[in-house]
C-alpha cells in the first residue's frame, strides 16, 4: 500500500518569501508529526496533530511556523517570511495512533537562499 | 530534561566486525524504537521493542532493551558494507497514551570493505 508522500521533495526559495509544503499520510493514520533536520544532525519534533484534537504546537521554533491537517488527513507546514536558518530537511510521519510505530515520508528538502 | 543520548556518534569499522551500540534514555519508557537512514534518504523502521528485556533481530542486526537500566542495544554482528547509515533510537515516554518521541542523537555508522 501506499506510504507516506510529501511534496516537494526539494524546494529553493528566497529569503522572506512564504513556503507551504504538504504532507499525505497512511491512509487511516490518526497520528502526524512533522520534524526538522538539519545537515547532519538529529531530528527536532515541531508539531503533533492526533485524530481532532488541537495539536501539540510546542516545537515549532517561531510564529512564523503554522500548519493545519484537513479532514484529519493531508497537513500543511508553512513558513512564513523564511530565513537562511530555516534551511533543513523537513519530515513528515503517521502512525496508527499515538505512541505507536511511525512511518516517514521521503522528506522535502528546503533551501532558503 | 528528557533526554536519549546515543554512542558513540560516529563509527567507522571494518566489514566482517561486530560492534554494539548504545541508547541510553533518562525518562521511563516501555517503548523504543530503531530507524535507519541512508544518506539523502528518510527513516526506515527498524524495530519495535516494546517490553523489558525484548529481543529482536533481523540480517546482521539485533536489538535488545533494558527498561530497568534505561538501555537499548543494537548488535552488528559481521558488518557488511550495506550496513553504512545512520542510526537512530526513538523513546516514546511513559505513561501509557504519551506521544511525543524523543529521539538519540545518531550514531553515524561507515562499514569499510
Known amino acids: 500500500g501506499a506510504g507516506v508522500s510529501q511534496s516537494p521533495s526539494n524546494k529553493v526559495t528566497e529569503k522572506g518569501k512564504d513556503v507551504e509544503l504538504r504532507c499525505d499520510p497512511i491512509?487511516?493514520?490518526?497520528?502526524l508529526y512533522w520534524y526538522r533536520q538539519s545537515l547532519g544532525q538529529g531530528l527536532e519534533f515541531l508539531i503533533y496533530?492526533?485524530?481532532?484534537?488541537?495539536?501539540?504546537k510546542s516545537g515549532l521554533p517561531s510564529d512564523r511556523f503554522s500548519a493545519e491537517r484537513t479532514g484529519g488527513s493531508v497537513s500543511t507546514l508553512t513558513i512564513q517570511r523564511t530565513q537562511q536558518e530555516d534551511s533543513a530537511v523537513y519530515l513528515c510521519a503517521s502512525s496508527p495512533d499515538r505512541g505507536q510505530e511511525q512511518f516517514f515520508g521521503p522528506g522535502t528538502r528546503l533551501t532558503v537562499l | 530534561e528528557l533526554k536519549v543520548e546515543q554512542n558513540p556518534l560516529f563509527l567507522s569499522m571494518q566489514e566482517g566486525k561486530n560492534y554494539t551500540i548504545y541508547c541510553n534514555y533518562s525518562?521511563?519508557?516501555?517503548?523504543l524504537y530503531w530507524y535507519r537512514q541512508d544518506p539523502g534518504k528518510s527513516l526506515e523502521s527498524l524495530f519495535v521493542?516494546?517490553?523489558?528485556?525484548a529481543v529482536k533481530q533481523e540480517g546482521r542486526l539485533m536489538a535488545s532493551l533494558d527498561t530497568k537500566a534505561r538501555l537499548s542495544t543494537l548488535h552488528i554482528t559481521a558488518a557488511v558494507h550495506d550496513l553504512s547509515a545512520t542510526y537512530f533510537c526513538a523513546v516514546v515516554p511513559s505513561p501509557l497514551g504519551a506521544y511525543k518521541y524523543i529521539f538519540g542523537t545518531g550514531t553515524r555508522l561507515k562499514v569499510l570493505a
Open positions: 521493542l516494546l517490553s523489558n528485556g
Open positions: 525518562t521511563t519508557s516501555d517503548r
Open positions: 496533530f492526533q485524530g481532532n484534537s488541537a495539536p501539540d
Open positions: 491512509s487511516g493514520h490518526t497520528a
